[in-house]
């Protein structure tokens, strides 16, 4: 059974910070990558950051480079979304998704973060005063 669970979401004041993670299992291992998306009432689901399999590559969208990190614990099978100087618009319903899409010689190099198409429940964060 394909699923996926994530965790870590909650209320923060603008400058906190939260640890995000993702745990999928069911899933062949051939996927290329691991991605968290987001989504805002109202508005499309938007990739936040994601980690190619293969060599272990971060890719980020420009709002949040230098303020989320995105790792990896193979030995946990989780991948985690630390996020810091949180600002009132990174709220929202943050996903974790695996791409089986893409080609497993894509070079990483010029990877963005692809949709999947299994996806937990959301954990969801709220920055705010």
């Known amino acids: 059974q394909l699923r996926i669970v994530e965790s870590g979401g909650g209320l923060v004041q603008p400058g906190g910070s939260l640890q995000l993670s993702c745990v999928p299992s069911?899933?062949?291992?051939?996927?290329?990558?691991i991605g968290w998306f987001r989504q805002v009432p109202g508005r499309e689901r938007e990739a936040v950051a994601c980690?190619?399999?293969?060599?272990?590559?971060?890719v980020y969208i420009d709002s949040v480079k230098g303020r989320f990190a995105i790792s990896r614990d193979s030995a946990k099978n989780t991948v985690y979304l630390q996020m810091n100087n949180l600002k009132p618009e990174d709220t929202g319903l943050y996903y974790c998704?695996?791409?089986?899409?893409?080609?497993?010689?894509?070079?990483?190099?010029?990877?963005?973060?692809?949709?999947?198409?299994?996806w937990g429940q959301g954990t969801q964060v709220t920055v705010s005063s």
């Open positions: 998704t695996l791409d089986h899409l893409t080609l497993p010689n894509f070079n990483s190099a010029n990877y963005h973060c692809n949709n999947g198409d299994t």
């Open positions: 980690i190619v399999r293969s060599d272990g590559r971060p």
């Open positions: 069911g899933f062949p291992q051939d996927y290329y990558a």
